[in-house]
C-alpha cells in the first residue's frame, strides 16, 4: 500500500463515526443471504484497490438514504467508493483533488494526479432524488474545479472554472451541493484539459428509484485511461497523442482484477472513456445488449445487441449479458496497441540493428514530418510510432530485442525503472522456441519476445480473483485487458473463501 494511501484511510478513519453510523443503517436492515450465498458488504466500508468492494442489494423495505430497494450496488474493480456520511438527510462526500502514486502494475508506479490517494479516484454512488453535498479540496498546486460530467445541475455547481465559478486556487476548498433526478452511468473530472490526461477522472453512479429489469446480478465500472510514460521515467507526458500504458481502473493487464461471475448470473458492465482514445471494448463468448449510454438508460427497444461497443471519448456505455457459457473469457479494447504494455516497443526489425531506438523525437519528427528515411526506418520508426518523448533522446544505447533468455532477463533487470525484486520473481520465464532464420523474415519480432511466458508475472498479480488460472497466464494479458471469469459454483465459491481469508488476514 502506498503512503499516500494509506494516508487517506487514515484521513477516512477521523470520519468513521460518521461513516460507522451510516453502515449501520444499512447493514442492519440487510438480510441474510440477500443474494441467495453470493457475497455481500455494506455500502460504505472503504475496500483498497487490493481488495475490491463486494456486492450487495439492499433488502426490501430499505429506503434509507435514497438507496431504492433491490439496488445492487456497483463494484468497481481496484478502486474503493468514496465514502459518505448523511447531514440532515443530505448525502455529504468529500473529495480531496492531489497527487498520487498509482501502481500500474507490479514494478512500474506511476506519478499521476488523482482524488483520495488513486487515479482513478473512488466512485460516488447515490440515487436517484439524493441531494448530495461534495466537499472539495483542491490539494494541488495549481487551480482547478470538479465538472460533474453529465449531471442536470445549476450552473454555478457545474465546476467549470473562470465561468461558472472561481477557480479553486491550491489548498482552497469549494462546496457543491445539489440534487439527483437523473440515474445512470456519469463521471466527474476536472474541467482542465491537461489534468484531465494525467489520471483526474472518477464514476459518479446514480441508482434508479425504481430499479431497472430485468435485475442483474453483477454491476461493475471500468474507467478507460492512458499514459505515455517513457521508460525511465514515471511521469506521464500530458502532450503525447500516443500512449504505451492503457488502464481499466488505473491497472494494465495482467494486474487488473479479473471479474468473478457465478455461472448463470446476469452482468452488467458500465464503462466510461477519459483520454484521447475512443477504445472498442471487445467481450469475447457472449453477445450483449447496449442498454445505456451516459446520462440514461436506454428503452428496452431501443438496446443493441453486440460484442464490441466503441466508448468514445468523455462517453459512458452499458452492457448488459447472461453469463451461461463456464470460462475465462477476455473482456479489452480491441486496438491493437491497447492490449499491450511498454515493452510494445521491442517490435520489429528496428530492434534488431544493435544500437537501440529512440524514445521521441522532435514534434515536428513526432507528428509525422518526415525529412529523411521511411516510417520504419531504424532510426526514424519507433519515434513516430510512438511519439512519447518530446524532445527527449535514444533512451537506451542497445538493441531492445533480445537474443537469448539471459539477454532478455539483464536487459529487462536493467531497465531504468524496473523493479529488480520484482523482476526476479517472475515466474516461467523461459524464451519461445523459434526458427533458426526467424531474423531473416520480414518484420520479425513482432510478438516473440513481448507476450507469452517470458513476460508472465504470475506471482506479481496473485490474487484470489486470478484462482486456478492456468500458468503464465498473465504473459497473455496486457493494456486495457481483464477477465470476465464464468465459474461453476464449487469454483465460485472457493475464489469467495480465498477473499474472505484475505480480509480475515487483514489485507487491505
Ligand atoms: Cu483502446
Redesign the pocket.
Known amino acids: 500500500m502506498s503512503s499516500n494511501r494509506r494516508d487517506f484511510f487514515t484521513k477516512l478513519s477521523s470520519l468513521s463515526a460518521g461513516i460507522f453510523a451510516g453502515r449501520g443503517l444499512l447493514s442492519a436492515q440487510q438480510p441474510k443471504n440477500a443474494q441467495g450465498g453470493m457475497d455481500q458488504m455494506e455500502h460504505m466500508q472503504q475496500p483498497s484497490p487490493k481488495q475490491p468492494s463486494k456486492q450487495v442489494r439492499v433488502g426490501p423495505g430499505v429506503n434509507t438514504s435514497g438507496v431504492a430497494v433491490g439496488t445492487l450496488l456497483v463494484t468497481t474493480p481496484d478502486v474503493a467508493d468514496l465514502p459518505f456520511t448523511m447531514d440532515n438527510g443530505v448525502k455529504v462526500f468529500h473529495l480531496i483533488a492531489e497527487p498520487v502514486k498509482q501502481v500500474i502494475v507490479p514494478g512500474r508506479t506511476f506519478d499521476l494526479w488523482g482524488f483520495n490517494g488513486s487515479a482513478p479516484g473512488p466512485t460516488i454512488q447515490a440515487s436517484e432524488g439524493d441531494r448530495v453535498r461534495i466537499v472539495f479540496d483542491n490539494h494541488l498546486p495549481e487551480p482547478t474545479g470538479i465538472h460533474w460530467h453529465g449531471l442536470e445541475l445549476p450552473n454555478e455547481m457545474d465546476g467549470v472554472p473562470g465561468v461558472g465559478q472561481k477557480p479553486v486556487m491550491p489548498g482552497e476548498r469549494f462546496v457543491y451541493e445539489f440534487p439527483l433526478h437523473q440515474d445512470g452511468t456519469f463521471f466527474y473530472h476536472p474541467h482542465m484539459a491537461m489534468q484531465e490526461m494525467v489520471g483526474m477522472l472518477g464514476g459518479f453512479i446514480i441508482h434508479p428509484k425504481t430499479p431497472y429489469t430485468p435485475p442483474v446480478d453483477k454491476d461493475y465500472l471500468i474507467a478507460l485511461q492512458e499514459y505515455a510514460v517513457l521508460p525511465n521515467s514515471t511521469i506521464p507526458n500530458s502532450m503525447s497523442m500516443e500512449f504505451n500504458w492503457?488502464t481499466f481502473n488505473g491497472k494494465s493487464g495482467p494486474a487488473s482484477t479479473p471479474l468473478i461471475i457465478r455461472h448463470g448470473e446476469r452482468v452488467r458492465i458500465r464503462i466510461i472513456n477519459m483520454g484521447m482514445?475512443h477504445?472498442p471494448i471487445h467481450l469475447h463468448g457472449f453477445t450483449f445488449w447496449e442498454t445505456g449510454r451516459e446520462g440514461a438508460r436506454q428503452r428496452e427497444s431501443a438496446w443493441t445487441r453486440g460484442n464490441t461497443t466503441l466508448v468514445g471519448v468523455a462517453q459512458a456505455r452499458d452492457v448488459e449479458f447472461v453469463a451461461d457459457r463456464l470460462g475465462d473469457w477476455m473482456l479489452h479494447?480491441h486496438?491493437p496497441h491497447?492490449m499491450m504494455n511498454q515493452m510494445a516497443s521491442t517490435v520489429g526489425p528496428m530492434t534488431r540493428v544493435g544500437r537501440g531506438m529512440q524514445a521521441g523525437a522532435s514534434m515536428e519528427d513526432g507528428m509525422g514530418m518526415l525529412r529523411d528515411g521511411n516510417a520504419t526506418s531504424e532510426n526514424r520508426g519507433p519515434s513516430l510510432g510512438r511519439a512519447l518523448g518530446v524532445g527527449s533522446s535514444t533512451e537506451m544505447q542497445m538493441t531492445n530485442g533480445p537474443l537469448s533468455q539471459s539477454e532478455a532477463k539483464n536487459a529487462m533487470a536493467n531497465m531504468p525503472g524496473m523493479d529488480h525484486g520484482a523482476m526476479q520473481e517472475m515466474s516461467g520465464m523461459s524464451m519461445p522456441k523459434l526458427p533458426e532464420n526467424a531474423d531473416k523474415v520480414p518484420l520479425f519480432p513482432q510478438d516473440a519476445f513481448m507476450e507469452g511466458p517470458m513476460m508472465a508475472m504470475d506471482k506479481d498479480v496473485d490474487k484470489p480473483e486470478t484462482y486456478g488460472l492456468p500458468p503464465g497466464w498473465s504473459g497473455f494479458v496486457g493494456g486495457?485487458m481483464t477477465l470476465v471469469r464464468v465459474m461453476p459454483p464449487d469454483k465460485y465459491d472457493k475464489v469467495m473463501e480465498l477473499k474472505d481469508q484475505q480480509r480475515g488476514n487483514g489485507a487491505r
Do not use: G
Open positions: 492503457l482514445d477504445h479494447c486496438l491497447h486495457m
